[in-house]
């Protein structure tokens, strides 16, 4: 089973054309060097990342834009959402082409972490 998914996880980054490929993986790289508790993963689809039990946040590639997802896990939302969602999700566009906002990612995923802390 395990093995699967890292398959398919392997094939979405395997399946972008090589600028977002590459921009996919130091991504990737980034969002994992934030925290040693910080999960890559498969789901909806999609890599996601997680924090312990909770949702952090994913990477998803549409019509040729990166977008890093930043989740707060409706395990910590002190108001429950109405409608749909299950998760307050904010979402930032990363251009392949240009430098890679290290800090601003890393420092969103820490404030999230942080949050999931208390």
């Known amino acids: 089973m395990k093995d699967d998914v890292l398959t398919a996880l392997d094939s979405y980054y395997d399946k972008q054309e090589s600028t977002i490929k590459e921009c996919l993986l130091a991504l990737k790289s980034i969002i994992l060097s934030v925290d040693k508790n ?3 993963t498969r789901k909806y689809q999609i890599p996601f990342f997680c924090y312990k039990e909770f949702n952090l946040g994913f990477l998803w590639v549409n019509k040729k834009r990166i977008l890093v997802g930043f989740v707060e896990d ?8 109405k409608g749909r969602g299950k998760h307050n999700v904010t979402t930032f566009e990363v ?7 290290v800090d601003k990612i890393k420092q969103t995923f820490k404030q999230l ?3 999931y802390e208390h």
């Open 113 to 115: 972490i942080e949050k």
């Open 74 to 81: 409706k395990k910590i939302l002190s108001l429950p959402l």
């Open 38 to 40: 910080v999960v890559h």
């Open 95 to 101: 251009n392949p082409l240009e430098d890679i906002p």
